[in-house]
């Protein structure tokens, strides 16, 4: 990837002066957002629609008092005799501060997901900042995996392969999925007979203090606009955090040695990106440190592209389905 993330840079560059027009958001003096509700319109579950449809969804409660929950995804086909399918928890994208389980683009990505992996999809909804700044969403993300463990719900509890789960999120929620990867991999042996086999990384947000090639070169990139992912980071970071906070930055001193807790567990890794993706670097670097701490990981960049494509072209999204197809193979077959 070395070669690939030193292209020219852009000979017209793309200046937002102002990101908060950019991302259709006002902060208030109280410290929350005003969103435009219009921005990322949403699509309601479908638990029984036409027998045409061939994934089910509905929405369950996960915790009343933070009011989060998840949308479930099915494939209407069942598994034949006692098998059952393969359980992917997945945490949308949105830069911690945009869209929920029931945004469109993520519907529309977990449906296909469900279809063409044959699995059981369980998007969660999470709180976002900067009205609750991370940890929240991290906290959410654990509450939702145990909450899986111990649910009744009917799909899961039917449906549900147990002992072969996969935490997964795109973008901030691939942030999002490898922070609660490693909060939960201390407690790994308690989720037994439940069982991660590994986590997905797709597109993954990260960032540092000091600008790397990648982020310098493609300020073109439609979604991550100069001063764009600055901001999110601004809204969504502790108070008085800086951008080498290991939330941000996995690749510190201290971020690093959180990766260890991976290595331990034996849980494969995949990263996925492209090199028309400002954060490339950013996840090359992760992947280099991954490997370095003795995690078991694997990486899938492609070429062209830019942040966030999978949700905007079906036949993207179809290539990194056959990608996470073979990795989940693969991850299953290893014994834990």
Same mark, same amino acid.
């Given at each position: 990837?070395?070669?690939?993330?030193?292209?020219?840079?852009?000979?017209?560059?793309?200046?937002?002066?102002?990101?908060?027009?950019?991302?259709?958001?006002?902060?208030?003096?109280?410290?929350?957002?005003?969103?435009?509700?219009?921005?990322?319109?949403?699509?309601?579950?479908?638990?029984?629609?036409?027998?045409?449809?061939?994934?089910?969804?509905?929405?369950?409660?996960?915790?009343?008092?933070?009011?989060?929950?998840?949308?479930?995804?099915?494939?209407?086909?069942?598994?034949?005799?006692?098998?059952?399918?393969?359980?992917?928890?997945?945490?949308?994208?949105?830069?911690?501060?945009?869209?929920?389980?029931?945004?469109?683009?993520?519907?529309?990505?977990?449906?296909?997901?469900?279809?063409?992996?044959?699995?059981?999809?369980?998007?969660?909804?999470?709180?976002?900042?900067?009205?609750?700044?991370?940890?929240?969403?991290?906290?959410?993300?654990?509450?939702?995996?145990?909450?899986?463990?111990?649910?009744?719900?009917?799909?899961?509890?039917?449906?549900?392969?147990?002992?072969?789960?996969?935490?997964?999120?795109?973008?901030?929620?691939?942030?999002?999925?490898?922070?609660?990867?490693?909060?939960?991999?201390?407690?790994? &042996?308690?989720?037994? $007979?439940? *069982?991660?086999?590994? /986590?997905? +990384?797709?597109?993954?947000? !990260?960032?540092? %203090?000091?600008?790397?090639?990648?982020?310098?070169?493609?300020?073109?990139?439609?979604?991550?606009?100069?001063?764009?992912?600055?901001?999110?980071?601004?809204?969504?970071?502790?108070?008085?955090?800086?951008?080498?906070?290991?939330?941000?930055?996995?690749?510190?001193?201290?971020?690093?040695?959180?990766?260890?807790?991976?290595?331990?567990?034996?849980?494969?890794?995949?990263?996925?990106?492209?090199?028309?993706?400002?954060?490339?670097?950013?996840?090359?670097?992760?992947?280099?440190?991954?490997?370095?701490?003795?995690?078991?990981?694997?990486?899938?960049?492609?070429?062209?592209?830019?942040?966030?494509? &999978?949700?905007?072209? $079906?036949? *993207?999204?179809?290539? /990194?389905? +056959?990608?996470?197809?073979? !990795?989940?193979? %693969?991850?299953?077959?290893?014994?834990?």
């Amino acid at each position: 990837m070395s070669d690939q993330t030193k292209a020219a840079p852009s000979s017209n560059p793309t200046v937002v002066d102002d990101p908060y027009k950019r991302l259709e958001i006002t902060l208030n003096p109280n410290g929350s957002l005003t969103r435009n509700p219009n921005r990322f319109p949403s699509t309601s579950a479908t638990p029984d629609p036409d027998p045409t449809v061939p994934v089910l969804s509905k929405d369950v409660i996960i915790n009343q008092t933070t009011h989060t929950w998840a949308r479930v995804f099915l494939p209407r086909q069942k598994p034949l005799d006692t098998n059952k399918f393969p359980l992917i928890v997945y945490y949308h994208a949105g830069g911690f501060i945009h869209c929920s389980a029931a945004s469109t683009i993520f519907h529309v990505f977990c449906s296909n997901m469900a279809l063409e992996l044959q699995a059981i999809v369980v998007s969660v909804d999470y709180r976002l900042a900067p009205e609750h700044r991370l940890p929240a969403a991290y906290d959410d993300a654990i509450e939702a995996l145990l909450w899986i463990k111990t649910t009744q719900e009917e799909w899961l509890a039917q449906y549900a392969n147990f002992t072969t789960c996969f935490v997964m999120g795109s973008s901030s929620g691939g942030n999002i999925a490898y922070h609660a990867g490693i909060r939960v991999a201390e407690e790994a &042996d308690g989720l037994r $007979p439940w *069982k991660i086999r590994g /986590l997905i +990384l797709h597109q993954p947000f !990260f960032g540092g %203090s000091v600008k790397v090639e990648s982020e310098l070169r493609l300020v073109n990139d439609p979604v991550l606009l100069p001063g764009v992912g600055d901001l999110m980071w601004e809204l969504a970071l502790p108070i008085g955090a800086d951008r080498d906070h290991e939330y941000c930055n996995p690749t510190t001193t201290k971020g690093t040695n959180l990766m260890e807790k991976l290595a331990a567990v034996g849980w494969k890794v995949l990263v996925t990106g492209c090199d028309g993706d400002p954060l490339i670097d950013r996840q090359v670097e992760l992947v280099k440190s991954m490997e370095e701490k003795g995690v078991k990981v694997v990486s899938h960049f492609r070429m062209g592209d830019h942040h966030g494509v &999978d949700f905007m072209q $079906p036949d *993207k999204a179809n290539a /990194l389905f +056959l990608v996470l197809k073979d !990795f989940i193979a %693969s991850a299953t077959s290893v014994t834990l």
